[in-house]
Antibody
Framework: EAQLVESGGGLVKPGGSLRLSCAASGFTFSKAWMNWVRQVPGKGLEWVGL??????????HYPAPMKGRFTISRDDSKNTLYLQMNSLKTEDTAIYYC??????????WGQGTLVTVSS | EIVLTQSPGTLSLSPGERATLSCRASQSLIGNYLAWYQQKPGQAPRLLIY???SRATGIPDRFSGSGSGTDFTLTISRLEPEDFAMYYCQQYSTSPPMYSFGQGTKLEIK
């Protein structure tokens, strides 16, 4: 069974940086398009971005609010997905999930890691 | 960017009743890439429906999805106590790849 485990969350000051990781197992990671989704506690879900598999170019795609500050990468040799977040703002405080699936939907989600941006 | 609008914001029903949740897209969804998720407090979302009408693995058949174009519906035929939760719709568009979620419908016990 597929498993996704996020790590790297914590408390960071405004303007700071943080790198999240997502360790994958139970499926062929190198064949998957991988995504990050976030959720402000008590609020809705927001897509953060995706990285295609290497055979599809390994390209990344982000919604407009995430472009320029967030960078998604992957290491297929380690079955790990990353999210580098720079110039963090208080409004980036959220639970960050990695997720994957097919047919344009997310069959598998991690448990999430909480990022708190506060002085 | 495609915006999804869910209605109602909150739905109050009793166990055994039928629930109908709506999701409207700001433009037509090519390929009907529309999914529904259930989320309970403290948990990650769980995929219920993909491709507008296909049930995900292990999802009970009381959950069904329908619709096309801009209007989509999630129906729960007979509510069980465990069905009271938040529900989100989500769309995927292909060129370029983009995802977005609706704001959610809270299904609460009346």
């Amino acid at each position: 069974e597929a498993q996704l485990v996020e790590s790297g969350g914590g408390l960071v000051k405004p303007g700071g940086s943080l790198r999240l990781s997502c360790a994958a197992s139970g499926f062929t990671f190198s064949k998957a398009w991988m995504n990050w989704v976030r959720q402000v506690p008590g609020k809705g879900l927001e897509w953060v971005g995706l990285i295609k598999r290497i055979t599809d170019g390994g390209t990344t795609h982000y919604p407009a609010p995430m472009k320029g500050r967030f960078t998604i990468s992957r290491d297929d040799s380690k079955n790990t997905l990353y999210l580098q977040m720079n110039s963090l703002k208080t409004e980036d405080t959220a639970i960050y999930y990695c997720a994957t699936g097919d047919s344009g939907s997310y069959s598998w989600w991690g448990q999430g890691t909480l990022v708190t941006v506060s002085s | 960017e495609i915006v999804l609008t869910q209605s109602p914001g909150t739905l109050s029903l009793s166990p055994g009743e039928r629930a109908t949740l709506s999701c409207r897209a700001s433009q037509s969804l090519i390929g009907n890439y529309l999914a529904w998720y259930q989320q309970k407090p403290g948990q990650a979302p769980r995929l219920l429906i993909y491709g507008a009408s296909s049930r995900a693995t292990g999802i009970p058949d009381r959950f069904s999805g329908s619709g096309s174009g801009t209007d989509f519906t999630l129906t729960i035929s007979r509510l069980e106590p465990e069905d009271f939760a938040m529900y989100y719709c989500q769309q995927y568009s292909t060129s370029p790849p983009m995802y977005s979620f609706g704001q959610g419908t809270k299904l609460e016990i009346k």
